[in-house]
Antibody, heavy 114, light 112 residues
Framework: QVNLLQSGAALVKPGASVKLSCKAS????????IHWVKQSHGKSLEWIGY????????NYNEKFKSKATLTVDKSTNTAYMELSRLTSEDSATYYC???????WGQGTLVTVSS | DVVLTQTPVAQPVTLGDQASISCRSS???????????LEWYLQKPGQSPQLLIY???NRFSGVPDRFIGSGSGSDFTLKISRVEPEDLGVYYC?????????FGSGTKLEIK
């Protein structure tokens, strides 16, 4: 069965970076794009962008272009999202989801605080 | 960016009754390939969103036929008949026709 296992919660200081992971199993990793979605506490969902695990091609929501960097490691079937120059506005739960959004990871809570 | 406006914000419902949620788009969601990429998700408390409906009216695997998606162009509706306790949570519409993809602001289905 398809499973996306995300890394655990992270507490990071303002100005720092954090790298989240999403390990896929139960399907051929390179056959489906991986998308990332942000959900601020109690708020709606925002699409960050996607990566093609086969080619490494990425497509970002303009809003997140200078914030998020998507990569993959095909040898471990893992997708990554690095968030840089963190501020309190980046505190949120981040989800990875497989194209076409039928399968989701459990989410990673990122808290930005000094 | 495409704005998806969901109404109502909260939908109080009696178990066993029908609920209806509207999703209106700021522009047509018909893709150049003829498909309309409008989807519906349910997020239960403390859980990840789960796909209910894709391409307007197609139920995802395992979704009960009590969930019916309809609409076209820029006006869409999700109807839930005979609401059950496990249907409670926040419903989101989502469009993947135009880049960037966008979600609606959500409708909370709650017990009256």
């Amino acid at each position: 069965q398809v499973n996306l296992l995300q890394s655990g919660a992270a507490l990071v200081k303002p100005g720092a970076s954090v790298k989240l992971s999403c390990k896929a199993s139960g399907y051929t990793f390179t056959d489906y794009y991986i998308h990332w979605v942000k959900q601020s506490h109690g708020k709606s969902l925002e699409w960050i962008g996607y990566i093609n695990p086969n080619s490494g091609y990425t497509n970002y929501n303009e809003k997140f272009k200078s914030k998020a960097t998507l990569t993959v490691d095909k040898s471990t079937n893992t997708a990554y999202m690095e968030l840089s120059r963190l501020t309190s506005e980046d505190s949120a739960t981040y989800y990875c989801t497989r194209d076409s959004f039928a399968y989701w990871g459990q989410g990673t809570l990122v808290t930005v605080s000094s | 960016d495409v704005v998806l406006t969901q109404t109502p914000v909260a939908q109080p419902v009696t178990l066993g009754d029908q609920a209806s949620i509207s999703c209106r788009s700021s522009q047509s969601l018909v893709h150049s390939n003829g498909n309309t990429y409008l989807e519906w998700y349910l997020q239960k408390p403390g859980q990840s969103p789960q796909l209910l409906i894709y391409k307007v009216s197609n139920r995802f695997s395992g979704v009960p036929d009590r969930f019916i998606g309809s609409g076209s162009g820029s006006d869409f509706t999700l109807k839930i008949s005979r609401v059950e306790p496990e249907d409670l949570g926040v419903y989101y519409c989502f469009q993947a026709t135009h880049d960037p993809f966008t979600f609606g602001s959500g409708t909370k289905l709650e017990i009256k």
